[in-house]
């Protein structure tokens, strides 16, 4: 009895061993797994509960069902029971460079709201300095969001933002094109007081060299015009209800007089301020169904900003909002003086304004359910009040949701589409091998819910890991310097 135990005990104490001595050559300090998450599957609108989601560095190499990985056990483990894990999310147009230092407060607030992509539309600093913080935050030593960067603005005479590129000919157009591309853009963004023919040749020569035009249908340009320039990526939603009305060519000729005087950016501002009463009261519908079908067969992406309204219509965040406890007392301070936007506003376009804004929705709604691909964006900047870096996307996607979309839609437009549009090749937005490691962890499904967005336990940006106290702890950081800065 006494040679059976002894055997027995024997044998256990090697399988322990056997077991211990495997276990320690088979773990991969490099891999880090989230286990027991429910991964919400974007594309088809599912959720799939006791999963887990093993990556190394910033590429998920693995996912499927809890404990069943083939591969060494992982250094790192995220508890993800009771989680929805799914990926980052994108402001597919923002500003984080439009003051020197917006990127030290910005980048760190899109990873606090679950953002862990960005498209930069235009900044007031060199290309170089843009890429080095990109640099910074690839190797770890800046927190943020990947930064696609899009702001090689061309803009007509005078030009509306000062560093932006002027071209007052085609021939000029063709040279800032050619310029963009020296310096190392990879797209070009056309602005609005471009004229026709020097709007075309830049979208020529964009096409030419291979680079993406994205930007403004500039104001004396039709959208159809813009489509059959093959312009990529329109930004703003506006010019597309515009073209929904019946006198669009009338208003063009409008800003084509106001852009040929000798104040060209105040006749155009005040040109500008009849449209929207001029739109609103020669809406068609049937135009409206074409209109959006073309960008749909065109597939030409819109990013909508539809939150930029609020200004307009003076829905302003509180003092005491937490949202403005992040924005540098300085730029508050900037934000309450008067805005040359607002003064534009007569009190004829502030009457209609909100049954305008109505329209914008009515139009969006249109062109999503005729299959425009619409791309979730913000228009953040320290130049823009009241638009939050990383906070005013969510805003944005429950608007979405409040005009009509589903949450699996709307979700759409801040995963699927950008990451299709502007990531890597063979990106799709969804958690699977080989994609990214930009994931987000979520207390509540955000397919029954949009809100639950807001919800937010883990980030995972390049493979990084932020868990609650961890983004706890840097939004008191840029409470504090916010509220300390005079003006850094």
Known sequence: MMRRFTKWAVAVIAGLCLVACRTNEDVDPGLTRISGVTIVDVSDGVARSDQD?????????????????????????????????????????????????????ALPLYILHGLTSIRDMGALISFDDQMEVNAEIRSGERIGPRIINAGAMIDGPPGSWPGQMVATTPEEGLLRVREAAQTGWRSV??????????????????????????????????????????????????????????????????????????????ALMAEMATHAITTLETWDADLCQSVVGGLAEANIAIAPTLMVSDFYLGNDPEPEDLRMQTVPLRIRAQWGEPDFRRAAMTEDLLAIAPEAVRQDWQTFKLAHDAGAVMLASSDAAFLNPFLFHGATLIDELERYVEIGLTPQEALITATVNPSVQFGSPGENGQIEPGQRADIILLRANPLKDISAVRQLQVVIALGRVFDRAALDDMEATLRKRANADAAE
């Not at 591969?71 to 402001?91: E, I, K, Q, S, Y």
């Not at 004229?195 to 403004?216: F, N, Q």
Request: hydrophobic residues 45%; proline residues 6%.
């Open 53 to 105: 989601i093993l990556f190394r560095e910033d590429q998920i190499v693995w996912t499927g069902e809890t404990g069943q990985a083939p591969l060494p056990l992982p250094g790192h483990t995220v508890d993800g029971r009771g989680l929805f894990a799914m990926p980052g999310l994108w402001d597919s147009h923002v500003h984080v460079f439009s003051t020197e230092e917006e990127p030290n407060f």
């Open 189 to 266: 963004k056309a602005y609005s007081l471009l004229d026709r023919a020097t709007y075309l040749a830049i979208a020529a020569e964009a096409d030419e060299l291979g680079l993406p035009l994205y930007g403004h249908v500039p104001e004396g340009v039709t959208l159809a015009d813009a489509v059959a320039a093959g312009q990529d990526v329109i930004e703003h939603f506006g010019r597309v209800t515009k073209a929904c009305s019946t006198e669009e060519q009338a208003m063009i000729d409008g800003v084509i007089v106001a852009l040929g005087s000798d104040a060209p950016f105040q």
